[in-house]
């Protein structure tokens, strides 16, 4: 390939040549939208990203396999893990069975998508068509002993994995200073 890419190594800290797994393939795998309401800017910004870099790595040459999720299951309405999930709620009250929602509103992201002039990817999983495979990357990590179990919800137990692995490497959280927010928070 004349052309290089040079993108930014998160747990390098630095911009790198960039230098694919396998020659001449390229893997991408980007979070995609959770589908119960109209695309907005926070949809748009990572759409149009990585179709960029989607396009700018075929340009190169590169074969690319591109995947973006569609959550269409299993988003809790409060960040604390607890509520209803977001499409269930959305179709109650619009007396819709939940996949119609998702539906409706996967159908008015991809039209959003297309007039921004955004590529579809190669791939789209749903997680609703791999939740069996969710089960089990999830009785994984418990029987690995880095999540707990509390009032029927698994949690990742930061703590216990920082004891082993380098929690925070990437996205350079520092675990001692989130317990004393925690504690801060607590206190306040």
Do not use: W
């Not at 907005?40 to 989607?54: C, E, M, V």
């Not at 997680?127 to 179990?149: N, P, R, V």
């Amino acid at each position: 390939m004349e052309h290089k890419l040079s993108i930014y190594n998160t747990l390098h800290r630095k911009k790198e040549t960039f230098i694919p797994l396998h020659e001449s393939t390229v893997g991408m795998y980007v979070c995609g939208p959770t589908v119960y309401g109209d695309a907005h800017l926070g949809h748009a910004r990572p759409a149009i990203t990585f179709d960029l870099l989607f396009r700018y790595l075929q340009y190169l040459g590169y074969k690319v396999r591109y995947v973006r999720n569609i959550t269409d299951v299993g988003h809790l309405e409060h960040d604390a893990d607890e509520g209803e999930d977001k499409i269930a709620k959305k179709a109650r009250l619009e007396q819709k069975e939940p996949m119609e929602v998702v539906q409706y509103f996967l159908n008015r992201y991809h039209k959003n998508m297309e007039a921004l002039g955004v590529l579809p990817p190669s791939i789209e999983p749903h997680a609703s068509g791999h939740i069996m495979e969710q089960i089990a990357f999830t009785q994984k990590i418990l029987d690995a002993g880095y999540a707990y179990i509390s009032e029927g919800s698994v949690y990742f137990d930061v703590e216990k994995y920082n004891k082993d692995y380098h929690y925070g490497k990437l996205s350079g959280r520092n675990i001692m200073l989130l317990k004393f927010l925690k504690l801060f928070h607590r206190v306040f």
